[in-house]
């Protein structure tokens, strides 16, 4: 049974920084890319971030530069730090684990991150 378990969100001041984590079971971890997307209220899920199993990043314009994806393969986790956080960032986060070669594509339950004064 796979599962991504995402934590870290909470509510910060503009400015502030947060780390979120993912802790990835189920899956053979080093082999997918692992993701973070967010969903504000009202819109559509967006991409946030990757890092791919062969080692590369990828960010979404709107974060390049404040935040960085990292991934942890022994301990089958991925982490994306967050600074200078804006009221705009808030959303909920979710985790992905993508493997293109065999088409699997899994989502964690996501975890809320709040940018207000």
């Known amino acids: 049974q796979v599962q991504l378990v995402e934590s870290g969100g909470g509510l910060v001041q503009p400015g502030g920084s947060l780390r979120l984590s993912c802790a990835a079971s189920g899956i053979i971890f080093s082999f997918n890319d692992m993701g973070w997307y967010r969903q504000a209220p009202g819109k559509e899920r967006d991409f946030v971030a990757d890092?791919?199993?062969?080692?590369?990043?990828n960010y979404a314009d709107s974060v390049k530069g404040r935040f960085t994806i990292s991934r942890d393969n022994a301990r089958n986790t991925v982490y994306l730090q967050m600074n200078s956080l804006k009221p705009e960032d808030t959303a909920i986060y979710y985790c992905?684990?993508?493997?293109?070669?065999?088409?699997?594509?899994?989502w964690g339950k996501g975890t809320l991150v709040t940018v207000s004064s």
């Open positions: 890092a791919t199993s062969y080692g590369t990043t």
């Open positions: 992905n684990a993508k493997r293109r070669s065999i088409g699997t594509n899994y």
